[in-house]
T-cell receptor
Framework: KNEVEQSPQNLTAQEGEFITINCSYS?????LHWLQQHPGGGIVSLFMLSSGKKKHGRLIATINIQEKHSSLHITASHPRDSAVYICAVGGATNKLIFGTGTLLAVQP | DAGVIQSPRHEVTEMGQEVTLRCKPISGHDYLFWYRQTMMRGLELLIY????????DSGMPEDRFSAKMPNASFSTLKIQPSEPRDSAVYFC???????????????FGPGTRLTVL
């Protein structure tokens, strides 16, 4: 079993829909990261959080430390949101453990 | 700031050849990470440095891989000899100094796509 599990692996949505991507982890962490990677592109850090909730534009990330679970929400989704979203957890050693990613396609 | 700079962006080489990937971190960042991304294994940490010193190289696959950071603004990842299974995208990332108990976010370079024939 992977230490970081994401669901779903693939997600197709219509433009404007509310999207949720989930991440569960089994190790102790100091912070959780959400990353975005466009096809053939680089990796961009969206959020780093260790508790509660963070919001940036249409993106919202939440984390529940007790349940070892995080969610990434996208409100009013747009085709430009189409990308792979990767959850990664960091512990005391600063090493990140990555999930396998969620491939999101937002159709116009 | 230009962000993390990696070169080359693409590299095609033949099996057995030496490959050197280069990375320039963001100025002021004292952590530098090398990652490998493949379809089969996703993103994997190979090695990371703090203040130019290698801290954890447990992800380096074997002796054919080596990494150096001679100064705060430059790092290399070398594969010698290269093999087809080394084909992947190699990312370099950097992050600023820790100010508290938690580590900071990492800023990724554009990656080097390596193809070993």
């Amino acid at each position: 079993k992977n230490e970081v599990e994401q669901s779903p692996q693939n997600l197709t949505a219509q433009e404007g829909e509310f999207i949720t991507i989930n991440c569960s982890y089994s190790v102790g962490i100091s912070a959780l990261h959400w990353l975005q990677q466009h096809p053939g592109g680089g990796i961009v850090s969206l959020f780093m959080l260790s508790s509660g909730k963070k919001k940036h534009g249409r993106l919202i990330a939440t984390i529940n430390i007790q349940e070892k679970h995080s969610s990434l929400h996208i409100t009013a989704s747009h085709p430009r949101d189409s990308a792979v979203y990767i959850c990664a957890v960091g512990g005391a050693t600063n090493k990140l453990i990555f999930g396998t990613g969620t491939l999101l396609a937002v159709q116009p | 700031d230009a962000g993390v700079i990696q070169s080359p962006r693409h590299e095609v080489t033949e099996m057995g050849q030496e490959v050197t990937l280069r990375c320039k971190p963001i100025s002021g960042h004292d952590y530098l990470f090398w990652y490998r991304q493949t379809m089969m294994r996703g993103l994997e940490l190979l090695i990371y440095f703090n203040n130019n010193v290698p801290i954890d190289d447990s992800g380096m696959p074997e002796d054919r891989f080596s990494a150096k950071m001679p100064n705060a603004s430059f790092s290399t990842l070398k594969i010698q000899p290269s093999e087809p299974r080394d084909s992947a995208v190699y990312f370099c990332a950097s992050s600023p100094p820790r100010l508290g108990p938690s580590y900071n976010e990492q800023f990724f370079g554009p990656g080097t796509r390596l193809t070993v024939l």
